[in-house]
């Protein structure tokens, strides 16, 4: 069974910190995806990772996808109160379906 | 990217009755969708792979005759909640996929609440 471990869970900072999410396994994936979510909406795609030791960068955001493909991680630089919200790493898991596998998210919270 | 729509974004019902939520893929089709469920504070975890004109496949734990799927066309499935009772209370999202199997988009979601 293919697991997505992510930390921390909850994370609390001022505005102007940057803070980093971790988002690890023991398998291979052959992508994974960011998402970010709103209370009482569904999930909404940030950027996927799909080459290993690949970086991407969304403004602020700075995500990273391991060499081995098994781990990313989501780097925020001078975090914003409206970067507020559920973070969520996903992977898509074995055999041809397409369902995702989703880490149990990191909810950021950013006080001004 | 394609647009997945999710009917009704918030249902309350009395315990015991069944609730029905749509999930519709607007400008593509989708042999396959996906059920989730998330409970406050927690992850989005997978119920049921929905396939088009076939049985639904569903995850160890959930009550296959208690979640009723269906998907009769290639831009519809829908979830029916049979005999809701308060702990069925959750918010479900579906997904379709691409082309791709890189590619997923997320309906609205649906908060459900049994009382």
């Known amino acids: 069974t293919q697991l997505l471990e992510q930390s921390p869970q909850f994370l609390s900072i001022q505005e102007g910190e940057n803070l980093t999410v971790y988002c690890n396994s023991s398998?291979?994936?052959?992508?994974l995806q960011w998402y970010r979510q709103e209370p009482g909406e569904g999930p909404v795609l940030l950027v996927t990772v799909v080459t290993g030791g690949e970086v991407k960068k969304l403004k602020r955001l700075t995500f990273q996808f391991g060499d081995a493909r098994k781990d990313s991680s989501l780097h925020i630089t001078a975090a914003q109160p409206g970067d507020t919200g559920l973070y969520l790493c996903a992977g898509f898991g074995g055999g041809s379906q397409g369902n995702l596998i989703f880490g149990k998210g990191t909810k950021l919270s950013v006080k001004p | 990217g394609a647009v997945v729509s999710q009917h009704p974004s918030w249902v309350i019902c009395k315990s015991g009755t069944s609730v029905k939520i749509e999930c519709r893929s607007l400008?593509?089709?989708?042999?396959?969708m996906f059920w989730y469920r998330q409970f406050p504070k927690q992850s989005l975890m997978l119920m049921a792979t929905?396939?088009?004109?076939?049985?639904?496949?569903?995850e160890q734990g959930v009550e296959k005759d208690k979640f009723l799927i269906n998907h009769a066309s290639l831009t519809l499935s829908t979830l029916t909640v049979t005999s809701a009772h308060p702990e069925d209370s959750s918010f479900y999202i579906c997904s379709a996929g691409g082309l791709k199997n890189t590619e997923a988009f997320f309906g609205q979601g649906t908060r459900l609440t049994v009382v």
């Open positions: 398998s291979v994936f052959s992508s």
């Open positions: 929905s396939n088009e004109g076939s049985k639904a496949t569903y």
């Open positions: 400008d593509f089709q989708a042999t396959t």
